[in-house]
């Protein structure tokens, strides 16, 4: 099924970007959008700018961005979209 990036929260998102990043899915992917030290390497290599706002952070990965008031929300989210675009196929349950 597709689903948009910006739909994607907790496990569904860091599965995302688990198969983003390391090409593979797994039953408990690692904590990207709710740990920094999970987060830090895939931010570190990919995004281009994370900045804070009003009222959330804005987060660029190459044309791809995400806004979300969590700033690794926003960072996964720009991630997963510059990988596979706005909307991605993913896992039927």
């Not at 991630?79 to 596979?84: D, G, N, Q, R, V």
């Given at each position: 099924?597709?689903?948009?990036?910006?739909?994607?929260?907790?496990?569904?998102?860091?599965?995302?970007?688990?198969?983003?990043?390391?090409?593979?899915?797994?039953?408990?992917?690692?904590?990207?959008?709710?740990?920094?030290?999970?987060?830090?390497p895939?931010?570190?290599?990919?995004?281009?700018?994370?900045?804070?706002?009003s009222?959330?952070?804005?987060?660029?990965c190459?044309?791809?961005?995400?806004?979300?008031?969590?700033?690794?929300?926003?960072?996964?989210?720009?991630?997963?979209?510059?990988?596979?675009?706005?909307?991605?196929?993913?896992?039927?349950?």
């Amino acid at each position: 099924m597709k689903v948009k990036v910006d739909d994607l929260r907790g496990v569904d998102l860091d599965m995302a970007v688990h198969c983003a990043y390391r090409g593979e899915l797994c039953d408990s992917p690692p904590r990207y959008s709710r740990e920094w030290e999970k987060a830090g390497p895939v931010i570190r290599r990919h995004i281009a700018v994370l900045q804070a706002g009003s009222d959330g952070w804005l987060a660029t990965c190459g044309e791809s961005s995400a806004f979300d008031v969590s700033p690794l929300v926003a960072a996964m989210r720009a991630y997963i979209k510059a990988t596979f675009g706005d909307e991605m196929e993913y896992r039927d349950e």
